[in-house]
């Protein structure tokens, strides 16, 4: 009787372990075929609840998001009909993005104030190192 009962959790085990190597996942970012995106909303509110935020703050910091996001968007369609340029060009569009980000930075700064965009660059750097390990990890180039 021993045996049987043996048997039979030997085999649940392995039946289990089968079942959970072939389970596959959607690619990471991904839900329901649908890739994620966060909004400029809940970007904002984010903010908000990481450097106590007031609500007019918020609401700027939602407007300059929302302004942001359309940016990019142009940005993306011009860059996807001219793909095989910035190929090329990699090093100038990556210039003109760091200009950009730090011409957002400073508007922010002026919304948030200095205390709390220093915070937020610390989060930054904390992210980034995060980031940076993770890649080092797997073996990818960092820059």
Do not use: C, W
Not at 18 to 37: H, W
Not at 90 to 113: H, N, P, S, T, W
Request: no cysteine.
């Amino acid at each position: 009787m021993k045996k049987y009962v043996m048997l039979a959790l030997v085999a649940i085990f392995t039946m289990s372990f089968a079942l959970n190597a072939q389970e596959q996942r959607p690619p990471r970012g991904e839900r329901d075929g649908q890739k994620m995106q966060i909004t400029a909303k809940e970007r904002a509110e984010h903010l908000a609840k990481k450097l106590e935020l007031t609500d007019a703050e918020k609401a700027k910091v939602q407007a300059l998001y929302e302004k942001q996001d359309k940016d990019r968007e142009m940005m993306r369609a011009e860059a996807q009909k001219k793909k095989a340029e910035a190929v090329q060009n990699r090093e100038e569009m990556r210039a003109q993005f760091e200009e950009r980000r730090k011409a957002e930075d400073v508007e922010l700064e002026k919304i948030i104030g200095k205390e709390k965009f220093e915070k937020l660059q610390k989060i930054r750097a904390e992210r980034q190192e995060k980031m940076k390990a993770r890649r080092e990890e797997k073996g990818q180039k960092v820059r």
